[in-house]
């Protein structure tokens, strides 16, 4: 007989039972099996000994009430199965609650170092980025300024030598002033689609991240 098998025949001969009683006792025993592993299924079979035994075992303790009824053909681990398996159940759900949290504390100190040392290293790479950047800024209003400035003095300059007989000097420097003046245009260009459309969609997709990551968490901490 398989566990398959045997779950199913034990199911069927608690059909005459409540139904939460039966749904309880159920889960108790594949709970079982599962801890016992794949490997031992048919030694637990052998312990438990028939489906017919282990019903009628449920319902004696179930009409009796006592603490001590239900022992016929149980393992130990059932021994002391009265009017339901929920405290049973609920004390073993317990532990492993305790046992993870232990786990996950024990670990957090030992690792406590390592996470420190990466907080660290993130912090600082996320202070030079943004430092890169308002460098980066501050230099490209510079250049914007300057170009936009000194461009529009090199075309007066220039217009002035075409008026003082100084033809090609006139144009060199009208020349080269338009080129300033179209550098700082470009670099202002440059400014407002960063700062109007890069940063805030950069800011948008950090807080999607954030908020999705929340929300997870959320939904992690809420099916434990």
Known sequence: MTKEQFLFQLEQK??????????????YYRDYFSDAGT????????ELGSPEKVAASIKEGLRAGREDAGTIGQPPQTRGFGKSFSETNAGRKQMDSRSKWLLIIVVAIFTFPF????????????VAVVATIFGLAVAAVAVAGVGIVAGFICV?????????????????????????FALGCLCTAALVFVFGQVFPWALRGISNLLHNGIRRRKKVEVNE
């Open 115 to 126: 996470w420190i040392g990466i907080a660290g290293a993130l912090f600082g790479i996320l």
């Open 156 to 180: 007066v300059v220039g217009i002035v030598r075409f008026f003082t007989g100084g033809l090609v000097s006139g144009f060199i420097t009208v020349g080269a002033g338009l080129l300033l």
């Open 39 to 46: 490997e031992n299924e048919e030694q637990v079979i052998l």
């Open 14 to 27: 608690l059909l005459d039972i409540p139904e939460d009683e039966r749904a309880e006792a159920m889960e």
